[in-house]
């Protein structure tokens, strides 16, 4: 977490950063909006399940909480799905699974029955559709990550402010049964978006070439070595302190991150203003989440600000969680609309970032993994945070307090991530820092070649012949003769006339000079 990990998977292919990435995040964009917003698009049609069943509020609302348990717990088998078959037949197989919990959904006759239909199939499907993508979405971009991740992060709100509208025309004109029908022919689409993710593949080298050929014409290639198997399940993220500091604070913030917008409508209600009014509070939420969560992509992106993403997803739970905390005081609309601006403002900036965060952590090789413990861990916390306010607010019979403790909670998760993230994990080292252990470890390599080197030429030099020395003693004596001459133009000639004999005898000139 200190640190982000290079981006390279598990092929080594290196992230395009664009071209057919655009489609891929394009079908990210479908695919989280349908995760994110269909549990709560289904609560549209709880009064005619309550109708046709003859259950309370609370046993339908089970059908939301089964599809987000289902989305976040079933993360670990769509982690061992993905690195055992890939992420296109996983998505195409999960967009199966969404329709047809949907269209069999249709068909029941008692409350139990959509429970395991659009819960737990639907439920399985979206999870199956949602994990991958975001694998996909890591693997096709590096340097435009975080702007890739605000852009599909903002497929929630936006399929939300679709989705719930579209609910409420489908139960009017065509009852429960007849709209659940088309949502579930409208999950089709993700086996499209499944279609999309398509695989990254190195380009062939012309040595790949070569031995294909070779391979092909039957002769024997040099032996290469198999690559080792990958892991279904990689649990040695968990030797990380990043990731473990990452996945402990986010399973706090998790607490209380979806209470505000579960309770904000009632809060209103609760204040004395009519239904409509008080509907129109998520409305303004989701519309500024829409514009949040690209632009805080954007600002991730920044060259000096994305090393330190870690802090500035710390500051967005902060930001979130105080804005809880000053919302909580709320006496009147006006409050409650400056609230979800700012709710709406932090909201998008945690979405954004929190999957970011994680990939920048642990890397493409290891997110696939990382991922889905991630999801397991958010599950329990998804199943006991709003439960947990609703008991809170049975018990004090004020919203006040069930604002407070989620803005606590969120709080909690900020000053956790950030002080652990400074206090435990080792700062990575400068470039002269580098270049130093760099320069003492090459002075060692060389130190200890030198020194082998000259224990090499004293072995030698223990081992050669005596001839050898008489005819260094004969340089010696030569390299004695010639500072006598070195001075004086007829040591200058003696010595050429010397050489020019063979070493014989100086001329007769040479003779009477001397």
């Not at 690195?83 to 006759?109: E, K, Q």
């Not at 209103?268 to 514009?291: H, M, V």
């Not at 060259?303 to 969680?321: E, Q, T």
Request: charged share 20%; proline share 5%.
């Amino acid at each position: 977490m200190g640190g982000v990990a290079l981006d390279v998977d598990s092929g080594g292919v290196k992230a395009p950063d664009g071209g057919w990435g655009w489609a891929v995040l394009a079908g990210c964009f479908v695919i989280t909006g349908f995760s994110y917003a269909f549990p709560k698009a289904v609560s549209v049609f709880f009064k005619e399940l309550i109708r046709e069943f003859g259950v309370g509020y609370s046993d339908t609302a089970w059908i939301s909480s089964i599809l987000l348990a289902m989305l976040y717990g079933t993360g670990p088998l769509c982690s061992v799905l993905v690195n055992r078959f890939g992420c296109r037949p996983v998505m195409m197989v999960g967009g199966l699974f969404a329709s047809l919990g949907m269209v069999l959904a249709s068909f029941s006759t008692s409350i139990i029955h959509i429970y395991l239909t659009t819960g737990v199939i639907t439920g399985l499907g979206l999870a199956l559709n949602f994990q991958p993508s975001l694998i996909m979405l890591n693997r096709y971009f590096n340097e435009k990550r975080p702007l890739a991740n605000g852009l599909s992060a903002a497929g929630s709100p936006v399929a939300l402010c679709c989705l719930s509208p579209l609910g409420q025309v489908l139960q009017y004109q065509y009852g429960w049964r007849g709209g659940f029908l088309i949502l579930g022919g409208l999950l089709l689409n993700c086996c499209v978006c499944g279609a999309l993710m398509k695989p990254l593949v190195a380009p062939k080298t012309t040595k790949d070439k070569a031995l294909e050929q070779a391979a092909g014409d039957g002769a024997k290639g040099p032996e290469t070595k198999k690559k080792p198997k990958a892991k279904l399940l990689d649990f040695s993220v968990f030797k990380d302190r990043g990731f473990v500091i990452y996945t402990v604070a986010a399973s706090i913030m998790v607490l209380g991150l979806f209470v505000p917008p579960v309770f904000v409508v009632s809060y209103a209600k609760e204040l004395g203003y009519e239904d409509t009014k008080s509907a129109l509070l998520l409305t303004i939420l989701g519309f500024i989440d829409i514009f949040a969560r690209p632009l805080c992509g954007v600002i991730a992106g920044l060259k000096w600000v994305r090393p330190r993403c870690v802090y500035l997803f710390s500051f967005a739970m902060l930001f979130n969680g105080t804005t809880d905390l000053i919302g909580s005081q709320a006496k009147d609309y006006t409050t409650l609309v400056v609230f979800c601006i700012f709710f709406g403002v932090s909201y998008g900036m945690v979405g954004a970032l929190q999957f970011e965060v994680l990939m920048a952590i642990v890397g493409t090789e290891k997110f696939s993994s990382a991922i889905g413990l991630v999801l397991l861990m958010e599950a329990i916390a998804v199943l006991v945070g709003p439960p947990g306010a609703g008991r809170l607010l049975d018990t004090t019979k004020k919203y006040m307090f069930v604002f407070l403790l989620a803005g606590c909670e969120v709080v909690l998760s900020a000053i956790v991530l950030a002080t652990c993230n400074f206090l435990c994990i080792k700062k990575s080292p400068t470039p002269a820092d580098t270049f130093e252990s760099i320069t003492m470890k090459d002075d060692t390599k060389m130190e200890g070649i030198s020194n082998s080197i000259a224990m090499e030429n004293e072995e030698h030099r223990g081992s050669e012949p005596e001839p050898e020395k008489e005819v260094k003693e004969d340089v010696a004596e030569e390299e004695k003769v010639k500072p006598e001459f070195v001075n004086s133009q007829e040591g200058e000639k003696f010595l050429t006339e010397a050489q020019q004999n063979g070493g014989g005898s100086p001329s007769p000139e040479t003779s009477m000079l001397k």
